[in-house]
């Protein structure tokens, strides 16, 4: 246990004493426990201007402090720590229903046209696999129909490992290697055109895969010998 | 006014509301909806209620209450992340339908395809949701993938959701091209071989990689079995893990990027 300091408890019995003294003869009225100063104050405050001049007929305050101050310093703040907004607001909506309308419409749509195309279109189903049988042209299915493109072109391991794992780790680490903190399109041309031309060059080869590669894999013109694709 | 007090029997129309009431204040009804729900009697729009409605629910683990305006236009996101989940969504649903008519056997694989198309009611149309729906989610991917290296949203802090978003993409390829195989026609098989051709030729490891990936030097019955339990169970397990994280480090990184 601490020990209470002599002044705090000399202070608290004097203002225990003040408290309980009548001061006038109204504070002894059963269940009247708003002192008489408190009172008059706000007496004082409802008359307007008769304030400053009405403050002292009531004398001291309750609770006042060495010299009758009502309130103390007990430290300075500076205003940075305390006052400084970190972000600046940000517009916001509800999610509900500005978002989830959104999705629900949207799930709605691609389900509608997932089930109207499957109604109209169906799957290929081949003849049952037989291995004595190879087909002519042998494709892999089309997401990697570039990368049987790159196969004509480069040794196996080169076009078939090299290249698309070169890929796999130029998009993982992209965001480490761009320094660049803008979002802006027209701060980011240089990294904008890099993906442009990697997915305009993904997107060559695979359409070429897919539609301009015929028996043996050789080219074709798909409007000269026909399609040799199937999804 | 006075017609209404000449028929006092309640009308059909006043019957089923009345009764749609008594539900709706139903104890057994309010145990499943919780307090804001739009499904609760008395549901008014209200800030509070709009909060309630994404707090008070299991949406609130995949959404916060707020989002910045310009997150919810169309234009910015094309829903492409959202319908790339949804689609995952409708392939999960479709692919259980599947099973149950399927047998991952180089003898029973090709014929129970058939059967489901022929014999089974909307089997063909369920095959074909599950084959197309395949083939509009790697296209979602990769598009949204696109999306957001153009809005520049791989920036910190956001460069390990995009690292997750690589893994998720490479996932959904295996997905796509695990499913590829199980309808053993001859589009499936040489296909599948082309494909496996390329892994072969991985440096150093690239004939053992083949050999676990196909359970044997060559395309067979067992590489069947070895591709169905990938593509039924253990790439949806782990793309699905993947995903919760990439969802919730979308929150955690300060929701979608921009506004540009």
């Keep these: 246990m601490t020990e209470i300091p002599e002044h705090l408890l000399k202070r608290a019995q004097a203002a225990r004493d003040k408290a309980a003294s009548p001061s006038d003869a109204s ?137 698309p794992g070169m890929g796999l780790v130029a998009l993982i680490l992209a965001p480490y290697l761009d320094r660049n903190a803008s979002n802006k399109p027209e701060d980011r041309k240089f990294m904008t055109s890099m993906m442009t031309m990697f997915l305009i060059f993904w997107a060559v080869l695979t359409i070429i895969g897919s539609f301009f590669r015929g028996p043996g894999f050789n080219f074709t013109f798909p409007w000269r010998d026909g399609i040799f694709f199937e999804l | 006014m006075a017609k209404v007090l000449d028929n006092p029997r309640p009308t059909l129309k006043e019957r089923a509301a009345k009764i749609g009431a008594q539900i709706q204040g139903s104890q057994a009804w309010n145990s499943i909806f919780r307090p804001g729900s739009i499904f609760r009697k008395g549901y008014t729009d209200s800030p509070r209620n709009r909060s309630y409605v994404i707090m008070n629910s299991v949406l609130y683990h995949l959404h916060p209450v707020k989002v910045k305006r310009h997150a919810v236009k169309v234009s910015y996101t094309l829903c492409l992340g959202g319908l790339s989940f949804f689609v995952f969504i409708l392939l999960t649903v479709t692919g259980i339908f599947l099973m149950f008519f399927y047998r991952p056997t180089g003898a029973n694989a090709w014929q129970d395809i058939q059967t489901l198309q022929t014999s089974v009611t909307f089997g063909l149309l369920i095959r074909n949701m599950h084959r197309w729906g395949a083939h509009i989610m790697v296209l979602t991917v990769f598009l949204h993938m696109a999306r957001v290296f153009y809005h520049g949203a791989y920036k910190p802090p956001r460069e390990f959701n995009w690292v997750i978003g690589v893994i998720l993409l490479t996932l959904t390829l295996l997905l796509s091209f695990t499913g590829y195989l199980l309808p053993w026609d001859q589009l499936a098989l040489w296909a599948v071989t082309v494909g496996t051709n390329m892994m072969g030729y991985t440096p150093v490891f690239g004939s053992q990689v083949r050999f676990v990936l196909l359970g044997g030097v060559e395309i067979g019955s067992e590489t069947l079995l070895r591709w169905y339990v990938l593509h039924v169970l253990m790439l949806p397990f782990v793309i699905v893990i993947f995903m919760a994280i990439h969802f919730w480090r979308v929150r955690k990184d300060g929701g979608i990027s921009g506004p540009l």
């Design chain 1, 27 to 163: 504070a002894s009225e059963g269940g009247d426990r708003i002192p008489d100063a408190l009172l008059d104050r706000t007496k004082a405050s409802g008359a307007g201007a008769a304030v400053v001049a009405a403050a002292p007929a009531g004398g001291v305050p309750v609770g006042a402090g060495p010299g009758g101050h009502t309130q103390r310093l007990l430290t300075v703040v500076k205003s940075g720590s305390i006052q400084e907004a970190k972000a600046a607001p940000v517009d916001k909506v509800h999610t509900w229903p500005h978002l989830l309308a959104v999705e629900f419409v949207a799930g709605l749509a691609l389900t509608a046209f997932l089930f109207v195309f499957s109604w109209v279109v169906n799957a290929p189903l081949l003849q049952a696999a037989d291995f004595n049988n190879t087909p002519n042209p042998s494709k892999a299915p089309w997401y990697f129909l570039g990368l049987q493109e790159l196969l004509t072109m480069f040794h196996p391991m080169i076009a078939g490992v090299t290249l």
